[in-house]
């Protein structure tokens, strides 16, 4: 849970959101900056509502795998546009690229990174734990944010936003193999089915390991 939060909060939408005027405003998108960010925030809003739809039929695993890479390559397109840019060269042929990567990144992000970690929360811990993990992830949550937050203007200063873009993309593809390795599918499944996978264990042994405890009880 750790790590989904930490990817949430360096898989760079939060701060996107934040400084998104001030990034298009920084290139040349060909269209009004005030347009374009209503656009990408409709589009993020749009695409929160088409998670909590999806995410009983396609599952939780598939959506933050898909998420997470989606992420990674839209975020590494806009760090290459964004250091192109920052060193003068002609980009007026792409220029609409900002525009269309972070709406399509929008969608990948809000589909699963976005919204999908609360979820997690939920079926990962037994209900006598959640009160406290909740408590520990929240506080994390807003330690990384903080950190997040003051750090993109000292990097930007000082190595350009191209710089934080590529750093949010590293993060997404560490997220992509964290996912695809270690977080099991949960949808459908009983907290005892889950927690049989997060042990490495199968179903039936830890039933028959019960059953022997009851019978010598």
């Known amino acids: 849970m750790l790590g989904l939060i930490m990817a949430q909060q360096l898989g760079g939408n939060f701060i996107t959101m934040q400084y998104l005027g001030v990034l298009f405003s920084k290139t040349t998108i060909g269209i009004e900056p005030k347009v374009a960010t209503i656009l990408v925030l409709t589009v993020g809003l749009i695409s929160s509502i088409l998670s909590t739809i999806t995410v009983e039929s396609v599952g939780r695993r598939t959506l933050l795998i898909l998420s997470t890479l989606g992420s990674c390559v839209t975020l ?9 840019d920052q060193y003068k ?12 990567d972070l709406i399509i990144y929008q969608v990948m992000f809000q589909i699963g ?12 811990f037994p209900t006598e734990l959640k009160g406290i993990v909740g408590a520990i992830i929240v506080i994390f949550d807003g330690i990384i944010g903080f950190m997040v937050s003051k750090l993109y203007q000292v ?29 099991p599918e ?14 490495g264990k199968n179903l039936n042994s830890l039933n028959e390991g019960v059953r022997t405890d009851e019978t010598n009880t």
């Open 76 to 84: 590494m397109i806009l760090a290459i546009y964004l250091r192109f």
């Open 89 to 100: 060269h002609d980009v007026s042929n792409v220029s609409s690229v900002p525009v269309i």
């Open 113 to 124: 990174l976005g919204t999908l970690p609360n979820v997690f929360l939920c079926e990962l």
């Open 155 to 183: 990097i930007t200063d000082n190595a350009g936003s191209s710089a934080v873009y590529f750093i949010s993309s590293i993060s997404c593809c560490l997220a992509f193999m964290m996912v695809f390795v270690w977080v």
């Open 186 to 199: 949960t949808k459908g499944k009983t907290y005892r089915e889950i927690e049989a996978l997060l042990v």
